[in-house]
Structures are given as C-alpha cells and as structure tokens.
C-alpha cells in the first residue's frame, strides 16, 4: 500500500465531516435541477462496452445521458440538445476524471472512500453529491511484502450486490454504497425521480458470434 493511501485511510473520519456538509450542500442547490432533467425524460447510462461503437448517437434528441467513468470520452458524439451528466461512485474515478471534465460539468456522484469530496470540493462543476452511510471495518495492511497487519477502519458501508430493498439504501443525500459498479448508485437515485424510461448502453456481458451486446430499455 502507498504511503499516501494510508495516510488518506487515516484521515477519513475528517473527510467524512466534509463530506456530510458538502452533500447537504449539494442537495440543496442542485436537486431539483437534476430532478427536472430525470424526471419524465428518457435516460440513457452509458458504459464504456464495444457494443457502443455501434449504437447510433445521432437518433437520440432532447433526451439525458449519463456518463458512466470513462465513457466520459465519448462526450463529442452525443447531440447537442441533450441533457449530459458524468457519474461514478469510485474514488479514484473522482480523482482520475473530474479534473479534467470540461467546466461547469454537471455530475452525480458519490464515493466509495471520503478522500474523493477533495477532489469534488476543489472542482468547479455542477455537483450533485450524496454522502455515503459509514461502518468501521477490518483492513489488511501489508508493508513492504513482508509485515502484515489488521485493523479496525472508518469509511463507507458498501453493500454486496444482492440488494433486498432499494428503498432502504437512499433516503434523501444519504446513500448505502451497493458494490460492484458505479450504475448500481445512479440507478438508485434516478429511479426516484420518475423518468420516462432508462437505457443502459455499453454495459457488455456476452457475445454472439464475436458479436458483443447489451443494449436494455426499462420502460
């Protein structure tokens, strides 16, 4: 582990009192704009698949995509009358991409370490932040491969992926992390404001004849 990473680790009870104030913040200012650009819209959450080489960004008008990651490089194809939003629930995503998003970018977002609110906070974009449920877990430590420690940390509660119940999980700027990939958070969210329908695009799970696919419409 990086020197800088545990010095982070440590840190993160601190990180977690900004993050709470920032989200709040956040949600205040932003939530009905982001609400009125999900509700009865038609969403599509793009990932980053070689099925979306093939999907045809011209079709769509006057319609919201969010930009999952690094699907954020497909930017320029999208038309100009839609709606754009860059989401992740991952830290070093934060870190990697919100630096070099164009200003004023609109993003939904969350963080799977409390370090990420720096990056947000320093930023200058339209953010939507929801602040993650906390736990303390067990860590695993190894030190130059050769001493090996386990202690109790603080940081966000991150759910497997078998979700009982949604509604649980998000109550207004307070989200319980779901694992596995950043859509799981923006489904989440967006599902309570209402849209017309969800498109996932990219999020590639299989191949027909060398053929990748997925390309899933919830009406």
Not at 34 to 53: R, Y
Not at 100 to 108: E, Q, V
Not at 147 to 162: A, R, V, Y
């Amino acid at each position: 582990m990086k020197l800088s990473n545990l010095g982070h680790n440590l840190l993160e009870p601190i990180y977690f009192i900004f993050s709470k104030f920032y989200s709040r913040f956040t949600y205040k200012t932003q939530y009905e704009i982001v609400k009125k650009n999900i509700s009865n819209k038609n969403i599509f959450i793009i990932a980053t698949g070689p099925s979306l080489d093939e999907f045809n960004f011209k079709k769509i008008k006057n319609s919201t995509f969010i930009l999952i990651n690094a699907s954020i490089e497909i930017l320029k194809k999208i038309p100009k009358n839609n709606i754009i939003f860059w989401s992740t629930s991952d830290v070093s995503k934060i870190h990697d991409f919100v630096p070099k998003l164009p200003d004023n970018f609109r993003c939904l977002v969350t963080s799977s370490k409390y370090r990420g609110i720096i990056d947000l906070i320093r930023s200058n974009h339209e953010i939507i932040y929801f602040h993650s449920q906390s736990c303390i877990f067990l860590k695993k430590f190894n030190f130059l491969s050769f001493f090996k420690i386990t202690i109790p940390m603080f940081g966000p509660k991150i759910l497997n992926s078998s979700i009982i119940d949604p509604e649980k999980i998000l109550k207004k700027n307070i989200v319980t992390l779901p694992g596995g990939t950043s859509v799981l958070f923006v489904l989440i969210v967006i599902m309570k404001m209402s849209p017309k329908s969800i498109n996932l695009v990219g999020f590639d799970i299989g191949s027909v004849k060398k053929k990748h696919y997925f390309y899933l419409n919830y009406n």
